[in-house]
Nanobody
Framework: QVQLVESGGGWVQAGGSLRLSCAGS????????MGWFRHAPGKERQFVAA????????DYADSVKGRFTISRDNAENTVYLKMSSLKPEDTAVYYC???????????????????WGQGTQVTVSS
């Protein structure tokens, strides 16, 4: 059974940094596209970043470009999201997901992802 488990969330002051991790098990993720999404209260779940399984092609939401960095360790079936210069508007539950059909391209919409983690809360205070 495919399982994705996020960790690394927490509380941080504006301007601070956090690194989220997402560990996958029960399947082969090392060559599949993986992504991060977030869901803030009163808003729809939105795309944050994605990374392809091969070649490390990345894409980011405009709101996080230059502040967030997605990376992966294929040997460990783990994807990371380094978040810097955090703002209060980054407060949300962050989810990782895997697109089991993509290898060298990235997906930015929810429906393209097939498995999701349970989420980890990130709270940024002003």
């Amino acid at each position: 059974q495919v399982q994705l488990v996020e960790s690394g969330g927490g509380w941080v002051q504006a301007g601070g940094s956090l690194r989220l991790s997402c560990a996958g098990s029960g399947g082969t993720f090392r060559d599949r596209t993986m992504g991060w999404f977030r869901h803030a209260p009163g808003k729809e779940r939105q795309f944050v970043a994605a990374i392809s399984g091969s070649y490390g092609i990345t894409d980011y939401a405009d709101s996080v470009k230059g502040r967030f960095t997605i990376s992966r360790d294929n040997a460990e079936n783990t994807v990371y999201l380094k978040m810097s210069s955090l703002k209060p508007e980054d407060t949300a539950v962050y989810y990782c997901a895997v697109d089991t059909t993509r290898y060298i391209t990235v997906a930015t919409t929810l429906r393209e992802y097939h498995y999701w983690g349970q989420g980890t809360q990130v709270t940024v205070s002003s």
